[in-house]
DNA sequence: TATGAATGAGCTTTCATTCAT
DNA sequence: TATGAATGAAAGCTCATTCAT
């Protein structure tokens, strides 16, 4: 009688899964110790792999690191052109949904992710990062043009150059990775409500 | 008569000895390369000195990222404090104050270092840092508590948890240090006037 | 009428087939950037297959290497005896012969071949490579004996020791893997005639 | 009363020393295994090292290839310029002297470094090995141009380009390096000898 | 016959720290 | 005070080989 199961000796082989355990391993050490100091072997310890492993599915480590970001850019970056292309939206409501719904939305879901890339974007340069800077800055270009609009359709107080209010808004949301626990009582959409409230309360003229 | 106590221009705090050519050193690759990435050679090879040397002075490499701190923590800290126990002052004034004066403006001196503050801010536990993060725990509360009590005395619309703004607050103005380029037109001071500008704006009440 | 057996221009000495075409990927990695620096991956990479398949046609990476040397090695092997069983032959006409057909002319098929071998000579020990050193030693022996011979006859000086004066002569031929480009102006064959030509009229007494 | 002597715990400080063992233990380990297959453990583990200690005295295994040859390839340079430079030599003394000076009698110190230097030749390529390359270069040039001047002034036959009988001497002489016994019976010198008798018997003219 | 994921050992190199001088 | 040789552990990465499929 033949076995009723197929009884593998050794690990499956399952190339996704490998991957992706990588990946979630990599995610999660790069968190909270850093790029930098996270081994190798210490992600692979974490995914119950070997290094030679790693480096089948892996050309570096760097590699990795592109890979954790890959999927939550796209995200994010498809949150934002959503928002930017809804039609008929005064320049305030878009910069509520902006908020919202591409900078703290996405930390519900990429926390970890948008973490690590907030923390190592200054070793993000070289080739290896292109694709990523460049969405980095389609994703901050929609800001600037948003608020550069609103000031000169007069939906917003010119209280300084564009670019500065931007990155003070993006800033409002960056920073919120290093205090936010998702489980609090605030939701990221909950945040990114009351800090649009204040951001854009402070933008619109007053009556 | 004494020079007049202008802003120094060459950021030359301390010239002289080989502690603070370390120091000096350190801060600067801790900024551009991160501290896990920057090796004690490196430090001692752009100090001019060698490794003996270094730890003649410093017992770990960790002790170098402390002293980095000491000074420019003491200096934000004792900017907060002043305009804390100001008598008198109204919480939006209060606030708008401690945003350009303790928040933005000591980048104008320690850009390099609350660069490598914020940047390496997780590593910053155990026993060796107790003292720093108390002073960072002191910082942050004088926002909160600020922001409390202007919910309470009606200076401030309750836009959410004072907490949360807060931090949305020291957000704004922490994540500078990512594009803050201090040979720009804008001082942080002129950026700290125009955040608080945004941010006051959104909390008091409207009419 | 079938094609004249001239000296084939593209090396095609067989094209099909996976085997010979991890011999061919194999040969050109090894020549070009020697047997330790070559990896299977890349070999299997040239050769268009994958690791697998490699492993299912050979053993090792040693037993490949085996292979690139087992066709040449027979090649000048029987080029060498013919010369040798040629009846009537004097001495000097012999070596040169020698020379010309044994030694330099099979580089104008396998120079790639004999490149690896001679570069790669002090790793074919073990028993692994016990049958391509016996042919090695035996088509020195030829040399040595043809020498030995000629300075008993009278017909060459008795400069030093056989064995000597036939390892310089080897070594003139051998070395010439080193600086030969096939594509130059001159023949592996006109190169035998040159060396032979100095050698033996150093060798053959003077009037 | 105080010790005699001193009682060093460990390893004496003895930076010269190192270098010294760590280059004749790489040396060693290069000629019988190859540079590409020697790992810096062995070397180390040779010299009673750590890898430690040998990075701290080369940056890097190419640095060590490159220190192997430095002393040698200066060696057989000068003895080369000196027999180039010799007056009122007639070109085959000149050739005769400059295959057993320059040629042969270095291998009667330099064996093991000139072996390294004619296996990994192929590999010692880009800028840190430009220099080598140079002198090698330099070397070379003086055997074709002394043939070259000999042939024009019909010293030596025209058997074929100079280049080519040039590089069939220096062929002749480093084959030697393959088989060459030092504890045998005959010396690089004679052996020097017997080689020019062959090569520039064959060159010169008959009567 | 063939795949390619996985291993495990070893590779070159880096580095914070120690310590004889 | 200061040097810099040396350590020892660990880093990122490579690779010949195995083996479930």
Redesign the interface.
């Known amino acids: 009688m033949p076995e009723a199961a197929t009884t593998p000796r050794k690990r499956l082989r399952d190339p996704e899964g490998a991957r992706n355990a990588l990946v979630k391993a990599g995610v999660e050490l790069f968190e ?3 790029y ?2 996270t081994s190798v072997q210490s992600i692979v310890d974490a995914a119950g792999l070997t290094k030679g492993a790693f480096y089948h599915h892996f050309q570096s480590k760097d590699e990795l690191l592109q890979r954790v970001h890959d999927e939550f850019i796209d995200h994010q970056l498809s949150r934002a052109r959503a928002v930017m292309s809804e039609p008929g939206l005064p320049a305030d409501e878009r910069l509520r949904k902006l908020i919202r719904e591409a900078l703290l939305e996405p930390m519900a879901v990429y926390k970890a992710e948008i973490t690590v890339f907030l ?1 190592e ?3 993000l340069s070289g080739s290896t990062f292109e694709e990523i800077q460049r969405k980095r800055e389609e994703f901050e270009r929609y800001f600037v043009d948003l608020i550069e609009h609103g000031m000169n359709d007069g939906s917003f ?1 010119r ?3 564009a670019r ?2 931007a ?10 990775h ?2 936010l626990h998702l489980d609090g009582s ?1 939701s990221p959409s ?2 990114g409500e ?2 649009a ?7 619109v003229p ?2």
Chains 1, 2, 3, 4 share one sequence.
Do not use: H, K, N, Y
């Open positions: 909270t110790r850093g930098a100091s923390q974007r200054r070793f107080r209280i300084g150059p500065v209010i990155f003070g808004i993006i800033g409002t949301g960056a920073w919120t290093t205090w605030l909950e945040i009351m800090f409230e204040m951001l854009i309360g402070g933008l007053r009556d």
